[in-house]
T-cell receptor, first 114, second 114 residues
Framework: AQSVTQLDSQVPVFEEAPVELRCNYSSSVSVYLFWYVQYPNQGLQLLLKYLSGSTLVESINGFEAEFNKSQTSFHLRKPSVHISDTAEYFCAVSPPSGYSTLTFGKGTMLLVSP | DAGVTQSPTHLIKTRGQQVTLRCSPKSGHDTVSWYQQALGQGPQFIFQYYEEEERQRGNFPDRFSGHQFPNYSSELNVNALLLGDSALYLC?????????????FGPGTRLLVL
């Protein structure tokens, strides 16, 4: 069985400040890792994913996440946030084989203020 | 290219009733997964359909059932509704059922059970 822990339910930050959203997972096997973003009244959108290879993955809008196997973590970072980054962020895992089902954390609400 | 669409957007039912939610996958996708997102929680996997068959199921009772049609669209049925079934129901589609494939989410159907 797999589980995902997002310790911070809310992260308030000022515009242009850096941010880190934490994600830890538990699994008896290796996993694929994902970050999804959910804007108000919308579905989830994939931000980035780690399947294999370089442990640092980047998204097109400036976010990056680093897979740390020893710490079973996949924290999401952005060096400078914008008001438009205000949204709920979900970390998720799936097994590397078999079906593409996702196990999500409870989410972290990123609140960016001017 | 239309993304994943879901209908209806909102629904109000009373306890004991039955409900059917519908999903059309993104063009070219053949796999549909359903998730339940309770308020303040991350999405939870209900089941996945591929080639018109339920391939994987999460920890949900038999009151939750589904169907996939030859055009890959899908329905989620919930019988004997309980207050606790109130949630946002998300449909996600992907090409193939292999783990690691990006799942594209629809905007969801918000179900309120009174």
């Amino acid at each position: 069985a797999q589980s995902v822990t997002q310790l911070d339910s809310q992260v308030p930050v000022f515009e242009e400040a850096p941010v880190e959203l934490r994600c830890n997972y538990s699994s008896s096997v290796s996993v694929y890792l994902f970050w999804y973003v959910q804007y108000p009244n919308q579905g989830l959108q994939l931000l980035l994913k780690y399947l294999s290879g370089s442990t640092l993955v980047e998204s097109i809008n400036g976010f990056e996440a680093e897979f740390n196997k020893s710490q079973t973590s996949f924290h999401l970072r952005k060096p400078s946030v914008h008001i438009s980054d205000t949204a709920e962020y979900f970390c998720a895992v799936s097994p590397p084989s078999g079906y593409s089902t996702l196990t999500f954390g409870k989410g972290t609400m990123l609140l960016v203020s001017p | 290219d239309a993304g994943v669409t879901q209908s209806p957007t909102h629904l109000i039912k009373t306890r004991g009733q039955q409900v059917t939610l519908r999903c059309s996958p993104k063009s070219g996708h053949d796999t549909v997964s359903w998730y339940q997102q309770a308020l303040g929680q991350g999405p939870q996997f209900i089941f996945q359909y591929y080639e018109e068959e339920e391939r994987q199921r999460g920890n949900f009772p038999d009151r939750f059932s589904g169907h996939q049609f030859p055009n890959y669209s899908s329905e989620l049925n919930v019988n004997a509704l309980l207050l606790g079934d109130s949630a946002l129901y998300l449909c996600a589609s992907s090409w193939g059922r292999e783990s690691g494939e990006t799942q594209y989410f629809g905007p969801g159907t918000r179900l309120l059970v009174l």
